[in-house]
Every structure is written in structure tokens, then in C-alpha cells.
């Protein structure tokens, strides 16, 4: 079995990239040990913002949220669940001038954007307590999404392209070649492809190792809480993404009177293979966090919740470029992935078809053999990339 390129990985990255090569009539094959969105994609927050720091990936977030918004049209039908909620980012004083920055050079990049002073807050958050928020950003085109019908979606649209997926046939080796590359399954077969993109999360670190690859990525496990309000808290919501800078901490409104909150720092070190659900303390703790600020949280319950697992490379932005003659890699998005992948498997294609955006090139893995981390977003929440 031969293609064009073959894609191991079938959460929303690999899905993205396989959707973008299929439609430009490329011939593309993606394996996965389990089903389509089958790992940390479909347990993502599914928020949906192009606050970054850095200008590349704020104009890909852009992109990619508006990839989603319009993702029936683009994919011939298919849904991404988009809710556009606008999103609130509460800082506190030392992060005022870096946030101020941002907001202005997203207002640049067309991202409807807006400085919100102290002052004016309590009138835009009403029934919250904002104390030690100095300022906030508004972006008004933020909300979140569905990862898994996202994922789905991209994956059916791929297909419709040509392109080959093969869920449940996990991948026990990897081999460069000299025109291309090999792609062992567990079944025995071997599948050939002139090119190969390794996506495959908390995976991939170990898939290219047998290579020569040796990649700084971790693997973190980090919890999301599902809270629901009391019925006569209803007019008490908080209907944006909030993302508490001071707090730690993100909620995400869901359909009912339900939230999700999960948090904006570093977390343990994870076995992807041995990932345990939540503990009920962990899932109180967040819940807790979120609640500071509001007393209509404070009476919530919290109902549910879930374990997943971030990739997360030294500079805690994606890992994407050439590590061989053949072999590439897209990794390491660090939990802020979901939103970028529709664009950013755009710009993955490109650079597969040896047609790559230069800014890209920042990210690739090289970096970090150089000491060229990148920035990335604001004290120990890094994951705002």
C-alpha cells in the first residue's frame, strides 16, 4: 500500500493536515491505535481564542476559529459545534503592559479586540469580584467548540477528498527509506508513502525515537471539571470563557447551566499509556478556584469531569518542521492545539508539498538544540501561548 504521504495520528492535527493535503488531490493515508479523536483531542476544553502572544499564532488561531465558524461550508456539511461567547482574560498589575500589547497587536491583525480597565469591569462582569484584576482583554469573537465532532468532521471531509484512514491499527514501527518512508501496523502490513507526518500527541516523542529522533517533548495530565448551577443561579452565569490569569484557572459555559473549568498552569507527569480519571479532590479544587470570584459558583455542584494529557515541548508552543529526509513532525501544541489545527494543518500541507510559510520555520524542533525557545504567554501560564 503505497500514497503520497502517510499521517500517523488521528486526533484534530493529524485530521487537519490529512483534510488539507486530500483537497489539494494528494494522496494521504492516517493510522491511529484507536478511533478517529480517540485521545487527547476528544477530552480538549475545546476553547477557541486567537489571544497569543505570539503574532503567528494569533493570526492562525484567527483562522481557525473561522475555519469552525464556518465549518459546515468548508467541509461539505459536516459540524463543529462553534459557539461564539466572546472571551474575558483577567490579569493581574505585572501582566498590564504585556496585555495591553497583545490586545493592541491582535486589534492589528483584524482579531476584534479591547482593553478593559479596572474600573470599567465590574460593569461587564457583573456579580463577580475582581479583586487583584487590574486589567482585562476582551475578544469578541472567542468561544469554544466541539473537539470530537470537530476532529470527525475534518477526518469525514478528508475522506471525501480521497484521503485513507485507518482507526484501530496501531503503528509498532516507523523506518525512513531512501525514497520514502515505511509505516509498520500491527497486523503486519507495511504501508509506504513518500513522505511521513508524525501527530500523534503524548505519542510521538516515543514513535520517532526508534528513528534517531530525539525529541524534548513531556506529557502532562491535566483535569477539567464540569459544574452545574442551581436553578436559581441561572440569571448568575457567566456566559463568556473567562480565563483567570490571578485564579489559574479557565471556565468554559455549556449548554444548561453547566461550565467546564480546567487549569492554566503546569500539571504532573503523565504515563500516556496509564492515565488515571480525575480524583473527586482534584475535580473540588478546580471547582473551587473558579468559584472565588462568584457566589453563584460557590453553590454549584460539581457533576463530572475528566483526565486528559497535553504534549507539551520546553517553550510550551508547537513543534513542527523536518527531522528527516523524509519524516516530519507536528507535536508539542502544549494543550492550546484545538483551535490552531484547521489552519494550521493548512500551513502543515504546505510545508509536506515543500511549499512552507518561512514563519513556520520557528517552530520547528531544531530550536531547542540552539537555545531559540520562543516566547510564550504570561508568567506560569504558558499555555496562552
Same mark, same amino acid.
Given at each position: ?90 490579569? !493581574?498589575?505585572?501582566?498590564?503592559? @504585556?496585555?495591553?500589547? #497583545? $490586545? +493592541?497587536? %491582535?486589534?492589528? =491583525? /483584524? &482579531?476584534?479586540?479591547? *482593553? ?77 508513502? !513518500?513522505?511521513?507526518?508524525?501527530? @500523534?500527541?503524548?505519542? #510521538? $516523542? +516515543?514513535? %520517532?525515537?526508534? =528513528? /534517531? &529522533?530525539?525529541?524534548? *517533548? ?88 475528566? $483526565? ?78
Amino acid at each position: 500500500m503505497t500514497y503520497d504521504i502517510a499521517i500517523v495520528g488521528a486526533g484534530v492535527h493529524g485530521a487537519a493536515a490529512a483534510f488539507h493535503l486530500a483537497r489539494r488531490g494528494v494522496s494521504v493515508a492516517v493510522f491511529d491505535r484507536g478511533p478517529v479523536s480517540g485521545g487527547p483531542t476528544g477530552r480538549s476544553g475545546g476553547i477557541c481564542r486567537a489571544y497569543y502572544t505570539d503574532p503567528f499564532l494569533a493570526e492562525t488561531a484567527r483562522d481557525g476559529i473561522a475555519f469552525l465558524a464556518g465549518f459546515e461550508e468548508r467541509t461539505g456539511g459536516h459540524q463543529s459545534g462553534f459557539r461564539r461567547t466572546g472571551a474575558f482574560y483577567l490579569h !493581574g498589575p505585572g501582566d498590564a503592559g @504585556a496585555a495591553a500589547e #497583545t $490586545a +493592541a497587536r %491582535l486589534g492589528e =491583525l /483584524g &482579531v476584534r479586540s479591547e *482593553l478593559v480597565g479596572a474600573g470599567a469591569l465590574p460593569a461587564r462582569l457583573p456579580g463577580l469580584d475582581l479583586d487583584g484584576v487590574a486589567v482585562a482583554v476582551w475578544e469578541a469573537d472567542a468561544g469554544y467548540a466541539d473537539p470530537y465532532a470537530a476532529t470527525v468532521g475534518l477526518a469525514a471531509a478528508a475522506r471525501r477528498h480521497g484521503a485513507v484512514f485507518h482507526p484501530h491499527r496501531p503503528v509498532v514501527a516507523l523506518a525512513e527509506e531512501s525514497r520514502g518512508a515505511a509505516v509498520t501496523t500491527s497486523d503486519g502490513v507495511v504501508h509506504r508513502a !513518500g513522505r511521513l507526518l508524525v501527530a @500523534a500527541g503524548p505519542w #510521538t $516523542a +516515543a514513535l %520517532l525515537r526508534p =528513528l /534517531g &529522533v530525539d525529541l524534548p *517533548l513531556t506529557v502532562e495530565r491535566h483535569v477539567v471539571a464540569v459544574s452545574e448551577h442551581e436553578p436559581a443561579d441561572a440569571g448568575g452565569l457567566v456566559p463568556h470563557v473567562l480565563i483567570d490569569l490571578p485564579g489559574g484557572y479557565y471556565t468554559t459555559p455549556q449548554p444548561r447551566t453547566q461550565y467546564l473549568t480546567g487549569g492554566v498552569v503546569p500539571a504532573s507527569a503523565a504515563d500516556p499509556d496509564d492515565v488515571p480519571g480525575p480524583r473527586p479532590d482534584e475535580l473540588e479544587a478546580l471547582a473551587a478556584a473558579s468559584a472565588v470570584r462568584s457566589a453563584a459558583r460557590r453553590r454549584a455542584r460539581v457533576t463530572g469531569g475528566w $483526565a486528559s494529557l497535553y504534549d507539551v515541548s520546553p517553550d510550551w508552543q508547537p513543534v513542527t518542521g523536518q527531522v528527516g529526509e523524509h519524516v516530519y513532525v507536528d507535536a508539542g501544541t502544549s494543550g492550546h492545539g484545538f483551535k490552531l489545527a484547521p489552519a494550521w494543518g493548512d500551513h502543515v500541507a504546505r510545508l509536506l508539498l515543500g511549499d512552507p510559510d518561512p514563519r513556520l520555520a520557528a517552530f520547528g524542533p531544531g530550536r531547542f538544540a540552539t537555545g531559540a525557545k520562543l516566547a510564550a504567554g504570561f508568567g506560569t501560564a504558558r499555555i496562552l501561548g
